[in-house]
């Protein structure tokens, strides 16, 4: 079974791409072929440093490994020296109909936030995000809810040329959590914990003190009782799903464990048990940091196996394309 998901390198790795995205990851090592890449093409629908980019991306690089990713199990690269995403984003963008773009809400999220520039990267991310899954003949795809749109468009995209041109693409499936595949925002249960708003997140290699700090103060909900009840208790809710992620036990098993006890217990227990499971993260991260060359080395590695695999399927699409 071949899988891949990639990541921007827009910022450092919070617990919900963790639990949502990277948690799963890790398991999948063990269970098929992996392919990881850094999208750093993708970031750049909004406006990147040029002079700090190159270290943003080996920052996230470095992250990766430190979350657990390991070289030699997976292929881990950096998309934008993989020239055929770009040349098949070109061509699916010949099939995709605008209108399907223009319904995307993280476009128009985006479009939002962004109003001063809605370029048309921005429109078109989800036809490279396509190209990124196809050009691998991907089987599965773990990502975190927010990207299931993407993964349907995807797979309309995959269906399309397939009849248009003939059996060319693997029609992907996203592969999306029961539970934690949504971690909300610790500030506000109500929106999603998103690197785009750096105050909402709970990175995996913050310090114990502003993990502390960051849970004591999480937004919780009117009552006393711990209880799992997204709709009218979503704070306690997101708290519960991420004590049972990092503890690795159900959610009722812990609702029943602070039955009696207040939110303040439950946030306690909670920020002791996110010192104790962050702290690998945090020691293998200082330890990558003086091995730059290193992992290098090991994007190198990633871009000759990405290279191969997306050159052979590149060849078929020109052919069955008609092009010169
Ligand atoms: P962000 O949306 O914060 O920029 P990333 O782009 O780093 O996050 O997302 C990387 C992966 O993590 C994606 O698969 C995404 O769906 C997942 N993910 C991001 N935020 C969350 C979250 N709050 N809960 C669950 N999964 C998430
Ligand atoms: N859009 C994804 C995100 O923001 C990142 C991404 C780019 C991706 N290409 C992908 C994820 C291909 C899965 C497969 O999180």
Same mark, same amino acid.
């Given at each position: 079974?071949?899988?891949?998901?990639? %990541?921007?390198?827009?910022?450092?790795?919070?617990?919900?791409?963790?639990?949502g995205?990277?948690?799963?990851?890790? $398991?999948?090592?063990?269970?098929? &072929?992996?392919?990881f890449f850094?999208?750093?093409l993708?970031?750049l629908?909004?406006?990147?440093?040029?002079?700090?980019?190159?270290?943003?991306?080996?920052?996230?690089? %470095?992250?990766?490994?430190?979350?657990g990713?390991?070289p030699?199990? @997976?292929?881990?690269?950096i998309?934008?020296q993989?020239k055929?995403?770009?040349?098949? @984003?070109?061509?699916?963008?010949t099939?995709?109909?605008?209108?399907e773009?223009?319904? !995307?809400?993280?476009?128009?999220?985006?479009?939002?936030q #962004?109003?001063?520039? %809605?370029?048309a990267?921005?429109?078109?991310?989800?036809?490279?995000?396509?190209?990124?899954?196809?050009?691998?003949?991907? $089987?599965?795809?773990? /990502?975190g809810?927010?990207?299931? =749109?993407?993964?349907e468009?995807?797979?309309?995209?995959?269906?399309? #040329?397939?009849?248009?041109?003939?059996?060319?693409?693997? /029609?992907?499936?996203?592969?999306?959590?029961? $539970?934690?595949?949504?971690?909300?925002?610790?500030?506000?249960?109500?929106?999603?914990?998103?690197?785009?708003?750096p105050?909402?997140?709970?990175?995996? #290699?913050?310090?114990?003190?502003?993990?502390?700090?960051?849970?004591m103060?999480?937004?919780?909900?009117?009552?006393?009782?711990?209880?799992?009840?997204?709709?009218?208790k979503?704070?306690?809710?997101?708290?519960?799903?991420?004590?049972?992620?990092?503890?690795?036990?159900?959610?009722?098993?812990?609702?029943?464990?602070?039955?009696?006890?207040?939110?303040?217990?439950?946030?306690?227990?909670?920020?002791?048990?996110?010192?104790?499971?962050?702290?690998? #993260?945090?020691?293998?991260?200082?330890?990558?940091?003086?091995?730059?060359?290193?992992?290098? $080395?090991?994007?190198?590695?990633?871009?000759?196996?990405?290279?191969t695999?997306? =050159?052979?399927? !590149?060849? &078929? /699409?020109?052919k069955?394309?008609?092009?010169?």
């Amino acid at each position: 079974m071949r899988i891949l998901s990639g %990541i921007q390198p827009t910022g450092s790795i919070h617990i919900g791409a963790y639990i949502g995205a990277i948690s799963q990851w890790r $398991e999948l090592q063990k269970a098929g &072929e992996c392919i990881f890449f850094i999208a750093d093409l993708h970031a750049l629908t909004i406006p990147q440093e040029a002079k700090d980019f190159p270290k943003q991306t080996l920052d996230t690089a %470095i992250e990766l490994l430190a979350a657990g990713l390991d070289p030699e199990k @997976c292929v881990i690269f950096i998309q934008s020296q993989i020239k055929e995403h770009a040349e098949l @984003c070109w061509l699916l963008n010949t099939i995709t109909p605008i209108a399907e773009l223009e319904r !995307m809400t993280q476009y128009k999220d985006k479009s939002k936030q #962004f109003r001063k520039n %809605i370029n048309a990267g921005l429109l078109n991310y989800p036809v490279l995000q396509a190209a990124d899954i196809l050009l691998y003949q991907t $089987e599965s795809v773990p /990502v975190g809810k927010d990207q299931q =749109q993407h993964l349907e468009l995807t797979k309309t995209i995959a269906r399309k #040329f397939n009849q248009r041109y003939g059996e060319t693409f693997k /029609v992907p499936e996203a592969l999306i959590l029961q $539970e934690g595949a949504k971690i909300m925002a610790l500030s506000n249960p109500k929106k999603k914990m998103s690197k785009s708003d750096p105050q909402s997140c709970l990175y995996i #290699f913050d310090e114990p003190d502003a993990i502390k700090k960051k849970i004591m103060s999480a937004v919780t909900d009117t009552g006393k009782t711990v209880k799992y009840d997204p709709v009218k208790k979503p704070g306690i809710a997101n708290l519960l799903v991420i004590y049972s992620s990092f503890s690795g036990r159900p959610i009722k098993e812990i609702e029943k464990q602070f039955g009696g006890k207040g939110y303040a217990d439950l946030k306690k227990q909670l920020a002791e048990l996110l010192v104790i499971q962050l702290e690998p #993260f945090r020691r293998k991260k200082k330890e990558l940091l003086a091995r730059e060359i290193y992992v290098k $080395e090991i994007l190198e590695r990633g871009r000759k196996r990405a290279e191969t695999i997306a =050159q052979t399927t !590149m060849e &078929e /699409v020109r052919k069955k394309m008609g092009l010169f």
